[in-house]
C-alpha cells in the first residue's frame, strides 16, 4: 500500500479489510450465490465502515452487519436477470449439495440472513439477533423454520 | 437427519465461493467515485433486458429449455474422471462430502497401433460392449462406498473408501467412516489380492494416477498439497515432498509421465501451477497463462504431446445474455509461454484425448434458460482439434440431457457413469450400457475404473432399500473393438 493511501485509510482499518475481506464474502455470497456481487457488497460495507471509523466501538462486528444488510439490499433490488448470474456449482458437487444451495437461495432473506450466520459466520444466537436486530428468541425461531424447510424438500428427493 | 449434518452442508457449500484478493483501499475509493453511475447503468441494463424478454414472449418465441448437461444437480455424485479430476470450482473441504474421481490409464498391453489408426485405407473399429455385465469373484475388502480405483494396466487397485455414503443431508448415527485396507484385482486370472493399506491421509477425498509402475495419489481436504506415491511391484507406499505453496488439487496426467497440480480458479496474478516430473522426481512451474484473475473451471489435458487449459471467464466479463464458453490455450514449453487458441462454442471442457483431438462427450445443451436466454442452444460437449485449432461442438438433440457414460479411445478410456451412453472417440458412435445386474446407477457412489476399454465397478450403495446399504460387489462390462 502507497503512503498516500496509509493517510487515507487508517493501518487498523486496513488490516480488519484484509484480514475479514475473504470470510465476509463468503458470509454475503452465501446469501446471494454470487461471488461477485458479495465482492461488491463488501467493498461497499468498507467504504461505509471507512466513514464511520473513530466513531464505532466494535468496527468487525460493524463490517459484518453491514455485509448483511447490504446483501439483502441487493436480495431486493435484485433483478430476474440478475439471479442468472449466480455462480454455479463446483462440477463435481455432489447433487444433494447443489440441491441445498438452490433450497438455501430460495429461503426468504431473514431465515437465510440468520442460517448463514449460524453456519458459515459461527455466530450463536445472541450475536445474530444483533446482527439483524431480533431477540434471541426470533433467532432461534428463524433458524429453525428455514432448517424445517431445507429438511422439507430435501426429504423430498434424499433419503 | 439432523441439523449439525445440514450446517456442516451450508458451511461446505460457502467454501464454493472464491472471493479474489480485497482490492487496494485506493481502489475502492475510486470505485465508490464511479459508483453511482455505473449502478445507474447496471440498472437500466437490467430494465431492457426483462424488457426484451418479456417482449419476446409477447411475440410467441418459444424457447425450448434443454438443461445443462453443466448443473451438477444432473451429475452422479460418484461419476468416475479420468483426466481432468480438478475441473470445477474447489470443492468443499469437508471429509463428508468429498467428490470420488477415479483415473484411468491407458492400457500398454493394448499399445495404440498409430500407423493403423492414421492409415486412411483402414476403417476405424468401433468400440462394442459385451451383452452384460461380468459379476468378479468376491472381493477381500469389505463393502464400501466412494473407493478410490486406478488401473494398472494389468490390475485394478482398489482401496480406501467409507463405510456408508457420503451423504451430508441423511440422517446417520453414526458419521461415514474411512476405510484404509485395499486390494488388486486381476481380471485375467478373476483374482483379488490384498495390497498395502495406504496412509490414512489418502484415505478420502483423493483420486490416482497410474504412471509406470506406480500410483500417485493426491486430493483435495487438507491445508497444503499431499502427494503419495504407491510402488505396485513394492507394494509399498511412500509420501512426496511438496513445494510450500503448490496448490491442493488432484492430480492430472501430463505429457512426459508428468503430473499438474492446478489452481482451479485463478485468484491472483501470482498464484502458480506446478508441475512434477515422476521420472526425476523434480517439482517445477508452470507460466503464467493467458487467463488473468477470476477466470474459472481451469483444467489441464494432454493432447498429442501438449499441454492445453481450458478455462472460462470470469463472471463479470459475461454478459448475463451470452454463454460463458470454454477458451483454450496451448503451452510452447520450449519458450515457456503459452499461445491462445480459438474460443470454442461449447459450454464444457474436454477431458479425455484422442491423438489430437480433445474431447467432452457430453450431449445436450443449454440456451441460457426463460430469463437470460441466449437466443440460441450452446452445445455442452463437443471435439477439439489441436492439429488445426478447430473446435467442433456436437449437435444438439433432445434425446442429449442425460448424463453421459463416458468416453473410449482407442487403447484407454474414461467412463463416468454406467447410465447414459459412451462415445466413440475413433468413430463418434455413441454405445449404451447394458444395467447393472444390483440395479446401481450413477448415484450409486460406486468406483468406476476403465480397465483399458473395459469398464470395472465396484461398491457404492443401494439407492432403493432403506438404509442405503453399501457393498462390494464387483462386475466389469467387456469392451473391444472388433471388426
Known sequence: MSEV?????????????????????????????????????????????????????????????????????????????????????????????VELRDLLLRLPERQRAAVVLRF??????????????????????????ALTTLRRELDGGVR | MNDENLGRSIEAIAQWYVPGEPPDPAELDRRQDGAGEHRDQSRLRSVMLVAATIAAVVGGLVMVRVLRTEDSSLRPTTSA???????????????????VTTIAAADPSTTTDSAAQDDPAREPLPVTFAEAWRPLASSPLSPRNAAIGAWTGREVLIFGGTTLPLCPVCDYAAAPEPLLDGSAYDPAAD???????????????ASAVVIGDAAFVAGLGGEELELWSYSIPADDWSRIDVPADAPVAFPTLAPGDRLVFAHSETADPGQLDYLYDTATGSWSTLPNSPFGVGWFDRTYLGVDGQLVLFAKRPFSDVEPDEPNVVAAAVLDETAGV??????????????????????????????????????????????????????????????GVAWQGGVAGTASAVYRGVQGDVYDAVTGARLAMPTLPNGFGNDSQMTIVAAGLDVFVFGGFDGQVDGLPVSNDAYLLDADRIG
Open chain 1, 120 to 145: 458459515v459466520a459461527g455466530l450463536d444466537d445472541e450475536q445474530i439477533g444483533e446482527d439483524l436486530g431480533v431477540r434471541r428468541s426470533t433467532v432461534r425461531s428463524l433458524v429453525a423454520r
Open chain 2, 191 to 205: 483374482t483379488w489380492r490384498t495390497i498395502a493399506p495406504p496412509p490414512a491421509e489418502v484415505a478420502l477425498t
Open chain 2, 338 to 399: 503459452w499461445r491462445r487458441l480459438p474460443d470454442s462454442q461449447q459450454l464444457d471442457a474436454p477431458y479425455f484425448a484422442e491423438g489430437s483431438t480433445a474431447v467432452n462427450p457430453d450431449r445436450g445443451g443449454a440456451d441460457g434458460g426463460s430469463v437470460n436466454g441466449w437466443g440460441r442452444v450452446v452445445p455442452n460437449g463437443g471435439e477439439f482439434r489441436l492439429d488445426d485449432e478447430t473446435w467442433h461442438p456436437f449437435a444438439i438433440d433432445e434425446a
Open chain 1, 5 to 97: 493511501e496509509s493517510a487515507q485509510w487508517p493501518d487498523e482499518l486496513v488490516a480488519l479489510y484484509r484480514g475479514e475481506y475473504r470470510s465476509m464474502v463468503r458470509l454475503s455470497a452465501s446469501m446471494l450465490g454470487s461471488t461477485a456481487e458479495a465482492e461488491e457488497v463488501v467493498q461497499d460495507a468498507v467504504v461505509g465502515l471507512r466513514r464511520r471509523w473513530g466513531q464505532i466501538d466494535a468496527p468487525k462486528a460493524y463490517l459484518r452487519r453491514s455485509v448483511v444488510n447490504g446483501s439483502v439490499g441487493v436480495l431486493r433490488r435484485r433483478s430476474t436477470a440478475d439471479q442468472a448470474r449466480m455462480d454455479p456449482a463446483p462440477a463435481q458437487a455432489p447433487h444433494e449439495l
Open chain 2, 81 to 99: 474422471t479420468s483426466d481432468v479430476p480438478n475441473d470445477s470450482l474447489p470443492v468443499s473441504s469437508d471429509p463428508a462430502v468429498p467428490p
